[in-house]
């Protein structure tokens, strides 16, 4: 983590702090579900409501601001299946790295709202709750995106957006003494992400 905002740092650094807004926010993934879809089928289960918190930096030009960022979604849990379902995945956190696009409307009002879109690359956490010594479970890291609306007032912000963590779960099984894969499927994990922030300058 700490090497990831380092780079963003050093970005910033060389674009020029003059020019640069750094955001920090804190925030809520709500209505969160995680569905995934092996040779076709759609399963899925709902997610608790987890923190996060973000570290974001933006260069303005007009109404556009294009920038990075990177997110720590804090470990979530899945909610408690139906009699007869279960799940081998547990908690799941994620640092999404992304790149941030929004578009101000501009306003005579003291509120300013905003189009945002986000678009990066996610690292994946997944703990896994299977206990049988003959398989095993592993996630790779996937796209991440999100799109929504943010109202700025003064230098503080709130940002309504829907986003997406993207992940591969791969099965393996134990034979004759070497793991062998016997599948993967891919993690779709959706939720709508509510933030307040500040932003502020560097001179």
Same mark, same amino acid.
């Given at each position: 983590m700490k090497h990831i905002v380092g780079i963003i740092l050093m970005v910033g650094l060389c674009l020029g702090l003059s020019a640069i807004s750094f955001r920090l926010g804190v925030g809520e993934d709500t209505a969160g579900e995680t569905i995934s879809s092996i040779d076709g089928l759609m399963t899925g289960f709902k997610n608790e409501i987890a923190h996060t918190a973000s570290f974001q930096m933006e260069h303005n030009h007009k109404n556009i601001s294009y920038g990075l960022g990177v997110d720590y979604q804090f470990p979530r849990e899945n909610r408690k299946l139906p009699d007869g379902w279960s799940s081998n995945i547990g908690k799941h956190e994620h640092?999404?790295?992304?790149?941030?696009?929004?578009?101000?409307?501009?306003? #005579?009002?003291?509120? =300013?709202?905003? +189009?945002?879109?986000?678009?990066?690359?996610?690292?994946?956490?997944?703990?896994? !709750?299977?206990?049988? $010594?003959?398989? =095993?479970?592993?996630? #790779?890291?996937? +796209?991440?995106?999100?799109?929504?609306?943010?109202?700025?007032?003064?230098?503080?912000?709130?940002? +309504?957006?829907? =986003? !997406?963590?993207?992940?591969?779960?791969?099965?393996?099984?134990?034979?004759?003494? $070497?793991?062998?894969?016997?599948?993967?499927?891919?993690?779709? !994990? =959706?939720?709508?992400? +509510?933030?307040l922030g500040y932003r502020f300058k560097v001179h």
């Open positions: 640092i999404p790295v992304y790149g941030i696009l929004s578009y101000d409307f501009g306003s #005579t009002n003291k509120i =300013r709202p905003s +189009l945002v879109a986000q678009f990066g690359y996610d690292f994946a956490h997944y703990k896994f !709750t299977n206990n049988d $010594e003959d398989d =095993r479970y592993k996630s #790779t890291d996937g +796209l991440f995106y999100g799109y929504g609306i943010s109202f700025a007032f003064d230098n503080f912000s709130l940002a +309504l957006l829907h =986003r !997406t963590n993207n992940s591969t779960i791969i099965w393996e099984q134990l034979e004759s003494g $070497e793991w062998v894969k016997n599948s993967d499927f891919n993690l779709a !994990t =959706r939720q709508i992400n +509510l933030s």
